[in-house]
């Protein structure tokens, strides 16, 4: 029998859930392996029975922690996929801030009527088993977790810094033409895509586990870079991680 | 006349982008509820952008929607752009429009294909299609993947560009890439035909419905405009972009979740019908051919119809694409150093940057201190514009369809929302009410 798989979202922008979209002619050879029982991005059919949850976006309130121990519960396996999920991600821009003055700013008297918290990744709230890195996610990346979930493997994740690869793509390096780069301290896997289009790497992978904070700070002085304009960078996309450390 | 009571409550509706609930209840064939509201977890992202520099924000605010990435992207360069007095060359503004075209082309067939289709054909989802209509949902996904394609090409990305950056772009493709997308967009047309047909032998099962509502979208003197305009109301005119908060007039009303806008009327409706109503006089000509398919003309007000302005906008962006291709090619496509970082004077100012996307009119509204540090944001997209229209659409066509068996209302009422083509994690402010 097809093992069911169920996708789910919580705070994000549903772009990882169009990557599977996206995944065109190799989503209807996917298909063939597994049976879609959930998907409301696509389909009206709805089933609270399936073997693997694939959860996209970031928690940010109370009431949705119900529905992540729910879906827990019925999954045999929980994949987060999307930076949203994975490590909070640009969501958690706004841990910087004062609540109340971010729902004021946004919503003014009526802010009030809000329940929301600080952004956090899935894991934060439930134990996930495999992680789909990026924003968006890669649609490769996708597939590889999926066949490697499919054969009972658990999928690897890179250990290493985006600069790994980008430095094996030979783009001349970012700090090198003026600009701060989070490639050193991001988890690669990517290909260092953004960095081969001609911008920097903005960390949307997450922190690697072991940063090396000594090269880190090398780097700033070398390229004469503040201690300030890191932690502006580190916080676009490692808020949660960071507050996590 | 039969005394129907039955509550429809379509808690988190399928097939739309973002979470949105239909909650009806009628007692003896007299409607005491119907409500359209959205339950979206709020994400802030106005106020995320404060105290952020002014070469993040795109970056940032692309994350608001992941379909309609690249028009984010563009709303908020010309936003800062204008805030700096930032000027872009003529050939970055062809490449903008291209990458543009194909998000709407993306966004639209992915709403025809998997979204709509399905409910014309009677099926939950396009998955059953794939084993009872083979032929045609590959023509759909390889429309789907040229339009990738394209995107890829233009922004380095099919999501979450990384080759738009303010004064321009990072990097360009070549005339030889350039060229083959021409190819592929060419190749598409019999394809593109083949489903207009498809849909045109399925368009009776479109509810036969008409509201009269104001329909506002930019609008251009050479162009069908979709990079550039002024606003443009059907009642009351056209008015500088800049002018953009009169038109919208956001307001949140107790009983639903989420910010509405008015302006003339009491609801107005942005998106596909309403640009092609506006501006259906420069749409391509083989786009004018496939409106005529459907008997679709100014001004339409039947809400179903949406979904066919939006193929009739797939052909125009095909057309239209491979003209601005011929016309880089008979410029001579300019080279630009690699990682091209353009030269940028940064400056304190306010700016507006309004772009259509897929679902209607975009607004990103920036102000940026003397260091180009964000102070103040606003981001109005085409969903919060249309909620209220669809509100009341749905308020409408109940009464017609109230002695219908529920199944064929349920149905009736999510396929009005779905012809709006919802995004509503776009929503960037969401109001969260308590609903009893």
Redesign the interface.
Known sequence: MKPKVAFFDFAGCEGDQLQVANLEEDLLTLLGQVEVVTFREVMKEQSENYDIAFVEGSCTRLQDEDRLKQIRKNAKLVVAIGSCATIGGINSLRNYKDLDGVKKTVYGENAKLFDSYAARAIDAVIPVDAYVHGCPIDREDFLHVVKSLLQGKKPETPTYPVCVECKKNENVCAFERGQYCVGTVTRAGCNSCCVNEGTICWGCRGLIDNPNENSEKEVLIKYGQTVDSAIDKFRLYFGWQEAKR | MKETSFEVNVH?I?????HGNINVDVKNGVVEKCEWSIPE????F?????G??WN?LH??TS?????C?IGHTLASLKATESAMGIAISEQDLKLRKLALHAENLQSHI?HLG??VL?DLMGV????PL?STNLPE??IV??L??TA?EMSNLLC?????P??L?PGG???IPSMNELAAIRKKLQDSIPNIQAVAQLIQSLAGKLPNFTRETEFISLSHPSEYALYDGKLLSSDTGEAPVKEYLSYTNEY?IPQSTAKWAKHKRDSYMVGALARLNNNYKKLSPMAQKTAEMFNLQPMCHNPFMNSIAQLVEVVDSVEDSIGIINELEAAGLKSQP????PDIKVKAGSGVGAVEVPRGILFHDYTYNDRGVCTKANCIIPTNQNHGNIQLDMKAILPQIVNKPQKEIELTLEMLVRAYDPCI??S??V????LT
């Open positions: 988190h399928t097939r739309v982008e973002g977890a709020p994400r802030f106005e106020a995320m952008v404060v952020r520099s993040e970056h940032i994350r608001i929607c992941g379909i990435s992915l998997f979204l399905p939950g989802s396009v998955i794939a949902v590959k996904l390889q789907h993947r990738n380095g990305r099919t999501t979450h990384q080759r950056i772009f990072s990097k949140v690699d990682y091209n970082k994690s776009c960037t402010h109001v969260k009410v308590n």
